[in-house]
């Protein structure tokens, strides 16, 4: 029809301009909730005005625009999918009319029909990087986009330099590599390797999860994911945190019972290792019931 193919029309125009066409409540409620339209769109709901303070929907857009951008320039672009912002500042009633109380949230509206569970998408549990974004759209609308990310050098130049730097220390150290030797050096790289990774940040380099998560109406900042198929950021860091703390208290402990020091450091060192075993692996504890809802075991605390 007539209406269809202005509508069609439009919105190719604006994508033109800008891969993610922003939309109030007004451009909401014409392009996608009235018909007829014969095109998905995938909406973003965010508040990105600095007041609201969202950090998350800083860095969900930027990811967000990633997959935009791949999809407008890609060969195989055409009508059927759209991609789209609300922002809450410009767009309150439509979040009203969503009873939406969130952000950011991505929500495909398809072709026809009203959107599904499934149409939403698991922020929280898939992270918003944007080839989790792109997997879930081909999921939904069966366009698959291929994306493709800005060159970003800080990776490559900072391996570099390390590397320059390592091989500057060995070469000014050339005539006395005994350091290579020393197991204390291999034991420590080692122990810091086994952190990290145990921590969960190789999880957070495939998910690309949020640091935290803000609940726009309370204001109240949640450090730890409470599901265990999902985490933030920042829960691995306390992670990292508190497995260090645990392995210093069993580093102390052995010092302590096969060290020459006097009997009052050995003392000293006992009661602290003691004390940062049983505190940190306590709260670890807690950190686990929280995630694995109905474990029964605690030690210290709930």
């Known amino acids: 029809t007539t209406l269809l193919s202005e509508k069609v029309g439009q919105l190719m125009d604006w994508t033109g301009k ?10 909401f409620r014409r392009f996608v909730k009235a018909p007829p339209r014969n095109y998905s769109v995938i909406i973003m709901f965010t508040a990105l005005q600095p007041q609201r303070q969202c950090g998350v929907c800083k860095q969900a857009d930027e990811e967000y625009q990633i997959l935009a951008n791949s999809w407008r320039y890609s060969n195989a672009f055409t009508n059927r999918v759209f991609f789209a912002t609300v922002d809450f500042d410009e767009g309150s009633d439509v979040f009203q ?39 879930w759209v081909g999921d939904r609308t069966d366009v698959q ?22 091989g500057g220390l060995a070469y000014l ?5 005994e350091f290579l030797y020393n197991r204390n050096v291999w034991a420590f790289s080692a122990l810091c390797f086994c952190l990290i990774m145990t921590s969960g940040q190789m999880w957070n380099h ?3 999860p949020p640091y935290a998560h803000k609940n726009p109406n309370t204001g109240q900042v949640s450090y730890i994911h409470g599901s265990s198929q999902a985490q933030f950021v920042a829960e691995t860091h306390i992670v990292l945190l508190f497995n260090c703390a645990v392995t210093l208290g069993m580093v102390l402990l052995h010092e302590a019972a096969t060290s020459d020091m006097d009997i009052g450091k ?22 686990f019931r929280a995630k694995y809802h109905g474990y029964p075991y605690s030690f210290l605390m709930s």
């Open 206 to 208: 495939i998910r690309g």
């Open 145 to 166: 986009i291929r994306v493709i990310r800005p060159p970003n050098y800080a990776g490559p130049l900072m391996l570099g330099f390390l590397l320059a730097v390592i």
């Open 266 to 287: 050995r003392k000293i060192m006992c009661i602290g290792g003691i004390c940062l075993v049983m505190l940190f692996f306590s709260w670890l504890l807690s950190i």
């Open 18 to 27: 800008r891969s993610v066409i922003r939309m109030n409540g007004e451009k």
């Open 173 to 177: 150290r050339r005539n006395n590599l």
């Open 97 to 135: 009319m969503l009873n939406m109380n969130s952000a950011p949230t991505f929500i495909h509206f398809p072709a026809k029909g009203k959107p599904k569970k499934s149409d939403t998408y698991e922020l929280q549990v898939r992270g918003f990087a944007a080839e989790q974004l792109a997997r």
